[in-house]
T-cell receptor, first 111, second 115 residues
Framework: AQSVTQPDIHITVSEGASLELRCNYSYGATPYLFWYVQSPGQGLQLLLKYFSGDTLVQGIKGFEAEFKRSQSSFNLRKPSVHWSDAAEYFCAVGGPNDMRFGAGTRLTVKP | DSGVTQTPKHLITATGQRVTLRCSPRSGDLSVYWYQQSLDQGLQFLIQYYNGEERAKGNILERFSAQQFPDLHSELNLSSLELGDSALYFC??????????????FGPGTRLTVL
């Protein structure tokens, strides 16, 4: 059965610091992997996705994620966080016709 | 702004009642998806419509139903409401049929409170 785990419910980082949000998954085949961001009062926005190929994926807003098959992980990174990055971040895993979301990680950015 | 609109933004109703949530997809998108986001269940896929036809079903209760009209807007009907139905309901749209291969564009959501 497919599942996705985001171990960190809440993370606080200082503005300008680097960020890594963790995502671990369980999936029977090669998964499709996604990161979404949900800003307060907004719907979800796709940051990046991985289907195949290069395991380091570049997304919007300066985010990147790396697929590590051996660790069943797809962690999201950003080298320097901006105050506007404060939001909820969701990892999702699935196949061609199904997708399951993680519980989310709330990011707080300190000035 | 994703281009997906949802009305109303907030809805407060009582148990046992029936409500209708409305979604207008982005111009040109043929698929509409409905999601429920609650504290205990997280974000759950409910149902997908493509060009007026039901395409995929997720964890949608029998008390809930949806449809997509010829102008491609969609409505989610929730009936016999229970306290546990209180949640944020999102609509998303995409150009094609694939829930994962296509990029989905999410609306701002409708917050439903059942008292």
């Amino acid at each position: 059965a497919q599942s996705v785990t985001q171990p960190d419910i809440h993370i606080t980082v200082s503005e300008g610091a680097s960020l890594e949000l963790r995502c671990n998954y369980s999936y029977g085949a090669t998964p499709y992997l996604f990161w979404y961001v949900q800003s307060p009062g907004q719907g979800l926005q796709l940051l990046l996705k991985y289907f195949s190929g290069d395991t380091l994926v570049q997304g919007i807003k300066g985010f990147e994620a790396e697929f590590k098959r051996s660790q069943s992980s797809f962690n999201l990174r950003k080298p320097s966080v901006h105050w506007s990055d404060a939001a909820e971040y969701f990892c999702a895993v699935g196949g061609p016709n199904d997708m399951r979301f993680g519980a989310g990680t709330r990011l707080t950015v300190k000035p | 702004d994703s281009g997906v609109t949802q009305t109303p933004k907030h809805l407060i109703t009582a148990t046992g009642q029936r409500v209708t949530l409305r979604c207008s997809p982005r111009s040109g998108d043929l698929s509409v998806y409905w999601y429920q986001q609650s504290l205990d269940q997280g974000l759950q896929f409910l149902i997908q419509y493509y060009n007026g036809e039901e395409r995929a079903k997720g964890n949608i209760l029998e008390r809930f139903s949806a449809q997509q009209f010829p102008d491609l807007h969609s409505e989610l009907n929730l009936s016999s409401l229970e306290l546990g139905d209180s949640a944020l309901y999102f609509c998303a749209s995409s150009p094609g049929t694939h829930r994962t291969l296509d990029t989905q564009y999410f609306g701002p959501g409708t917050r439903l409170t059942v008292l």
